[in-house]
């Protein structure tokens, strides 16, 4: 029965106290371990059409009449337009109209940052549109930029008031410390780069408007254009079915949606608005820029007393303050915790969720600075961590769904043994070493979710639901959930997705929650049907019947099945855990740094599907040395303007930066958590890379980088501040009195 | 815009607004930013030689025939192989190599800077950790060629359908009066290089990730008749043949003597790996 309930809702770091219906999830779990299809690897239902070329992008879609738009974006960090005017674009072959200012709030006067959009114009060819922008006559008051993140704390340019939280008492816990170890820590702004840059086709049919766009949320795009453009929400056809990537940049509909919109509406044609790659290295979102500067107290067993935080989020001109102080408030037994998080308002892009938001860079702080303590206390970096291991949220004083963050920890142990052998292989030169990191996440969904199961006589299923799959494979893990629930090959089971108006309201697929939030609404509707068919054969008179047998009556009938996700259970912290070891090799004269191996053991609950498993923990490690080792945006440093628009100056790891990878999941279902017992994994794998690449390089040298990206150039000053830390102890200790 | 491809020198007639392009790995990428105006692409692969011919290298010779050919000293495969990806090398020729442009990200961008023109570097007040760390004071790009200072340290000379010059006179350091940062005349063609012969070579190249992306810093030695020449990409305006003050002639600017760490590490291996 439906059920209005209050409920908190999650999505990466960010909660909301939200009114939901819930349908009781009344399916028991099933056992633990492989079944027969889930838990088994299963290769992607769309494999073979995506390496051919004929999966259908938004960004290969051209519908009959289709111009395309072209956007002016501000080349300053800071600048008012003082005159703009569009009639000669107009004048050109091809143009068919142009906006600007005042035409649709997302185009503006006043730009706050590089790569705002001021105008836009459409054309037959992309090429024409561009050129039209060229012929724009603008003019430009420019202004002096905010860029620094101290500064503008200080000058009160910030959004909202700074996060303080706290528990117990941080001055006493540092009192009661044995040992107290400070640091700062920064990180840098890195991009999503998805494979697909942020576009939209928006076509306006009879009274309402049909959007295609590479999104992860298409009823959120739904919700927002319905909004925005003054129409009721079933009057918006949101269609997504083969997506490029989106990282946490394409959750909204963003500003080329309603420039399309707009170019629509005018030329009564459908229009593309494409993000170019420029732009998509300008103002398609990022991870943003961090300042850490942190404290933490133990005893000299290294039992924690105290941690805490100054955290400064670079926002930019926009956005939200990421949960970066999240892993110090979570991670780890501590009765005294007290952080403060500020959030920067710059003349920068804005940032974006981004695969973790917040804890990616959180993590690298926080267990940079546990390994810092574990060699002050001369302590096992793994025997530190589990000594000070917790079983409850602290925070909300609430227990944890399940974690089985221990048994990732004894599971690392043969590959955290190996750092005797690893640090052997160390020459005057090249020095080897092993480092660890914790990850702890979000990742368990929620209501609300819907998904229909149609059965045919054929004995085959249809999976329908609005979702789309930005390129995780949820498809596949979808047609393996139906297929079991029912007892059919996955070969028989088919997902239709990616379409507003062809199937039920489908969740997020941000947050790690695509299979989480869906999972349970599949199940729970190929339970529906499989029980149709069983009152079926009961009704013949034998309740056993097979059901090829029992369909195969229906003729065009068709049983139809519904399921909803239930709700998540009350009064209970659902997290994902998991451990990275890296292994490092630092050439220690030119500060080069490679990885060599990386074993990554996550507990997120019951996997579906394992091949699809270690493909998103493979992608987000790969990511992750990314940031930690190559990728960072540059602007420059007195108008703000971003310097590294290309992949030749923003440098993406290549596949001879990826070391050898190992995957393991803990692969027990979280018995709290739904019929499934699964959380997401599409963001744990990058969240203790980082972390554990730098603690890898301090195991190796000695050396203490507290930057990202550690380029050549940190590196170098981490190891003379090393190897003068080094001279000024061996000074010390040849003065002490014998 | 025309694309031309004569079929000899005779045939050339550069006009103005014409741009030669051969792998086209450069130009293409320069014109569609708007850098390099042209109305005419003049396509100079049926007149300018390809191969090697004993101590001459065709100017057309790809970066990929020359990595795989053991007639080519080793400084210079290895700087062909490291240059980019087997995609770049398999069009890109040696001479578009040797003429590319700086990766200043300023440059490249179109910031009004003295390269193109006007009067302010910069790279020299903003963000400059990747850039010239010798002869940097008029403007601090860095010539990104590999295949450039591997030559230079072999000492090799190119001919042009005007004339033979050293690759050392093919480039020169811009100056207030003249911002070119090769002494080419408009419409001249680079045909060949000639290599004299060395005993060994070697190119070490420091990159902010594995492969595939342009020199922090490469360091060429080449061991030839009891001397050894040293030459750097990457740390200059033009290739950079060290001279008997060696790394010490340096002028690091704030953000980049970083470089000149990773340099001396390179050259002091480069010399050792050619027994110097």
């Known amino acids: ?738 | 815009m025309e694309l031309r491809r004569p079929s000899s020198v005779a045939e050339l007639e550069p006009a103005g607004n014409s741009l030669l392009l051969a792998g086209g790995t450069e130009v293409v990428p320069l014109l569609r930013a708007g850098i390099l105006e042209a109305e005419e692409l003049v396509d100079v692969r049926g007149i300018v030689p390809r191969g090697i011919d004993g101590r001459t290298i065709g100017a057309a010779t790809t970066l990929a025939e020359l990595e795989a050919s053991a007639a080519v000293p080793d400084v210079l495969r290895e700087a062909c192989r490291l240059a980019a990806s087997p995609q770049l090398r398999n069009a890109g020729t040696l001479a578009g190599n040797l003429l590319q442009s700086t990766r200043c990200w300023y440059w490249r961008l179109q910031w009004p800077c003295r390269l193109h023109g006007g009067d302010t570097c910069f790279a020299r007040a903003g963000e400059h950790r990747e850039h010239a760390v010798f002869a940097n004071d008029f403007c601090a790009s860095a010539h990104p060629s590999d295949v450039a200072a591997a030559l230079l340290a072999l000492d090799a000379s190119v001919r042009t359908d005007r004339r033979e010059l050293s690759l050392a006179d093919l480039y020169r350091v811009p100056t207030q009066d003249d911002r070119r940062t090769t002494t080419l005349e408009p419409g001249e063609l680079i045909l060949s290089v000639d290599v004299p012969p060395c005993e060994r070579s070697a190119y070490l190249k420091a990159m902010e990730r594995k492969l595939w992306a342009f020199p922090l810093v490469g360091v060429a030695a080449v061991r030839s008749g009891g001397a050894t020449r040293i030459a750097l990409a990457g740390v200059a305006p033009v290739p950079w043949l060290l001279d008997e003050r060696g790394l010490d002639a340096a002028t690091p600017l704030p953000g980049n003597a970083y470089k000149l760490e990773i340099a001396a590490a390179l050259v002091k291996r480069a010399t050792a790996q050619i027994g110097a």
């Open chain 1, 1 to 738: 029965m439906a059920r209005l309930i209050r409920t908190e809702k999650e999505v990466e770091g960010r909660y909301e106290e939200v009114w939901v219906v819930v349908e009781e999830d009344a399916l028991d779990q099933w056992p633990t371990g492989p079944l027969e299809v889930v838990g088994r690897p299963a290769t992607r239902d769309d494999g073979l059409v995506r390496a051919r070329g004929e999966a259908v992008y938004t960004a290969d879609l051209k519908l009959n009449g289709m111009l395309h738009a072209a956007v002016l974006r501000s080349p300053h960090a800071r600048a008012r337009v003082t005159r703009i005017d569009l009639a000669p674009a107009l004048d050109l072959p091809g143009v068919h109209t142009a906006i600007g200012p005042g035409d649709i709030d997302v185009l503006v006067d006043e730009c706050n940052y590089q790569g705002a959009p001021i105008a836009a114009v459409c054309a037959d060819t992309l090429a024409e549109a561009q050129t039209a922008l060229e012929a724009i006559e603008i003019e430009y008051e420019v202004l002096e930029p905010l860029l620094d993140s101290d500064e503008a704390v200080a000058r009160g340019s910030v959004l909202g008031d700074p996060r303080v939280r706290s528990r117990g008492d941080l001055d006493r816990g540092l009192a009661d410390a044995d040992v107290v170890v400070t640091g700062e820590f920064r990180t840098s702004v890195v991009l999503h780069n998805s494979m697909e840059t942020h576009q939209s086709v928006v076509q306006w049919v009879n009274d309402g408007v049909d959007v295609h766009i590479s999104t992860q949320f298409i009823w959120g795009v739904r919700q927002e254009v319905a909004g925005k453009l003054g129409l009721p929400a079933d009057k918006v056809r949101v269609v997504c079915h083969f997506m490029g990537g989106g990282f946490g940049s394409k959750n909204g509909a963003d500003d080329h949606t309603f420039v399309a919109a707009e170019l629509a509406r005018r030329t009564g044609r459908p229009v593309k608005c494409a993000f170019t790659r420029r732009d998509e290295h300008l103002a398609a979102g990022n991870r943003n820029a961090t300042i850490q500067r942190l404290t933490v107290g133990a005893k000299s067993d290294g039992t924690l007393t105290a941690l805490g935080g100054e955290y400064v989020n670079a926002v930019g001109w926009s956005g939200w303050s990421s949960p970066v102080d999240g892993p110090m408030h979570l991670l780890y037994a501590c009765p005294n915790v007290r952080s403060t998080t500020s959030a920067a308002k710059l003349n920068q892009p804005p940032m974006k969720a981004f695969r973790a938001p917040g804890f990616v860079e959180g993590t690298f702080g926080l267990e940079a600075l546990l390994d810092e303590l574990a060699a002050k206390l001369d302590l096992d970096p793994l025997e530190l961590r589990r000594r000070n291991h917790v079983d409850f949220d602290q925070q909300d004083d609430r227990p944890f769904s399940g974690k089985n963050l221990l048994e990732c920890y004894r599971r690392a142990e043969p590959h955290w043994e190996r750092r005797h052998d690893v640090r052997a292989r160390s020459t005057d030169v090249v020095k080897r070493g092993v480092g660890m990191a914790s990850q702890i996440w979000y990742g368990g969904g929620g209501p609300p979710s819907y998904a229909w199961v149609r059965v045919g006589s054929d004995g085959r299923a249809t999976v329908v639901t609005a979702m789309q799959d930005i390129g995780t494979g949820t498809k596949t893990a979808m047609a393996q959930i139906a297929a079991e629930e029912l007892g059919i090959p996955l070969e028989h089971v088919t997902v239709a997705a990616g379409d507003s108006a062809r199937g039920p309201y489908a969740s997020i697929s941000a947050g790690s929650s695509t299979i989480p939030s869906m999972g349970p609404a599949v199940r729970a509707a190929a339970a529906d049907a499989k029980r149709q068919i069983v009152e079926i054969a009961e009704q013949r008179g034998n309740a056993d019947m097979p059901l090829a047998e029992v369909v195969a009556l229906l003729e065009d009938a068709q049983i139809l099945g519904k399921g909803a996700r239930g709700p998540n259970p009350t009064g209970m912290q659902v997290l994902t855990f998991g451990v990275q070891v890296a292994e490092v090799a630092v050439d220690v004269e030119t500060g080069e740094v490679w990885v060599e191996r990386i074993a990554a053991i996550h507990d997120v609950g019951r996997v579906i599907n394992p091949l699809g498993a270690s493909s998103q923990i493979e992608g987000g490690i790969i990511q992750g040395i990314g940031h930690t080792l190559s990728e960072q945006r540059l602007h420059d440093p007195r108008t703000g303007a971003i310097l590294t628009t290309s992949f030749d100056a923003y440098r993406m790891p290549t596949i001879a930066d990826v070391p050898e990878i190992v995957s393991e999941l803990v692969d027990v279902p979280d018995e709290q958590l739904t019929n499934l017992g699964s959380k997401g994994l599409g963001e744990p794998p990058i969240v203790p890379t980082a972390a554990a690449i730098a603690n890898a390089i301090r195991d190796a040298t000695g050396a203490d980088v507290r930057q990202l990206p550690i380029t050549r150039e940190e590196m170098l000053r981490a190891l003379h501040e090393a190897e003068e830390r080094q001279r000024e102890s061996e000074r010390r200790g040849a003065k002490a009195p014998v």
